[in-house]
């Protein structure tokens, strides 16, 4: 199993009292860590309001982050989880996306999705259109960027997206173009999306339900002829460690006291269960080691984990490094 790391950005209220000024600096010195030890990949979000509820509060934009993990890491690899298609026209998310890989040599992953939270897409000027509308675009947006990475140029008349002759040059350094993780469990069209371009799935974390989305993308890929053995399933994690149950208690206490001075407590506690469900990699070592061991032997051989508190301490991502990592490596 190889494992990525979310990198706090704001939209999880993961930044709250942090000085504005100071922000990137913990951001950039976490990446920093993340470079120099056992991780795969690092994520940001591509959002631009908090969760649970909109706030004030800070949420960095995704691919202004990817530019400059790509100038300040040198090894891990940088990806998103995950770019909303309908935020950026697909040629132009191209062409930013080749930069960024030229920049960091050739680290770039791109998630990508149909995208999904209403408030932020309403309040900067996107409409909302249907599901059906959003998965269309991210379809042919798909189809735009693998073939301008692989020609360098593109061209295509769709329903919802038309290029003619976009350049993008120079291409990636990635020989096969930028790979591309696509991410949702929609059975009839997300799935089917990912089966015929992508590299990476990522959906659901929860054992039964990640075992019949494997199951949907296996049917799809027979039907479009594709390798289903050659798609990498990963699934997101929400991690809060402690050496005892009781320490991972009053780590979640902590978290729950700062999110829920700036947010609704009750939504708070939504996104607080989240992270302390049975589906989740909180708990002790032994406890995450068995629950992430289960999605592996499901197929899982990529998890992404998110430490809620990693901005501020990371002895919790610490232990995880120490003790889990390499029982699962």
């Keep these: ?3 990525g790391l979310f990198i706090p950005q704001g939209w999880r209220l993961d930044l709250i009292d942090i000085p504005t000024a100071s922000q990137w600096e913990v951001m950039r010195d976490l990446a920093a860590h993340a470079d120099a030890g056992p991780w795969d990949s690092l994520w940001v ?12 509060e800070a949420t960095h934009e995704a691919w202004t982050l990817m530019s400059a993990y790509a100038a300040t890491t040198s090894r891990i ?21 080749a930069t960024v890989d030229i920049i960091s040599g050739g680290r770039v992953q791109m998630g990508i999705g149909g995208g999904w939270y209403e408030h932020e897409w309403r309040a900067y000027g996107y409409g909302f259109p249907s599901a059906g509308v959003r998965l269309a675009r991210l ?14 140029i593109v061209s295509l008349d769709g329903k919802h997206y038309q290029v003619d002759g976009a350049i993008v040059e120079p291409k990636p350094l990635q020989e096969n173009g930028i790979p591309l993780w696509i991410a949702g469990g929609g059975e009839k069209v997300t799935l089917k999306i990912a089966a015929k371009y992508a590299q990476y799935t990522n959906f659901t974390s ?4 990640f075992r019949h989305k494997s199951a949907v993308l296996e049917g799809h890929c027979a039907d479009v002829g594709t390798d289903y053995g050659a798609i990498v399933r990963s699934a997101n994690f929400n991690a809060i460690v402690g050496t005892s149950e009781a320490e ?25 269960s989240n992270a302390t469900s049975p589906d989740s990699a909180t708990g002790t070592p032994e406890q995450v080691i ?9 197929g899982c051989d990529y998890a992404i984990m998110y430490f809620p508190d990693a901005a501020y301490d990371r002895s919790s991502l610490e232990l995880f490094e120490r003790e889990v990592i390499p029982a699962l490596s």
């Excluded at 770019?83 to 191209?94: D, E, G, K, V």
């Design 1 to 3: 199993m190889r494992f």
């Design 45 to 56: 979000y591509d959002h631009f309001h908090t969760v649970p509820v909109p706030t004030r």
């Design 77 to 97: 690899k940088l990806g998103q989880m995950c770019t909303a298609m309908s935020y950026r026209n697909p040629a132009y998310l191209a062409k930013v996306a």
């Design 139 to 152: 379809d042919e947006g798909v189809q735009i960027m693998r073939d301008a990475w692989r020609d360098g």
């Design 206 to 209: 929860e054992p039964d339900g």
């Design 248 to 272: 991972v208690s009053d780590r979640v206490e902590q978290i729950r006291a700062r999110q829920q001075s700036k947010a609704d407590p009750q939504a708070v506690e939504a996104m607080l």
């Design 290 to 298: 068995e629950r992430l061991t289960r999605l592996r032997k499901l």
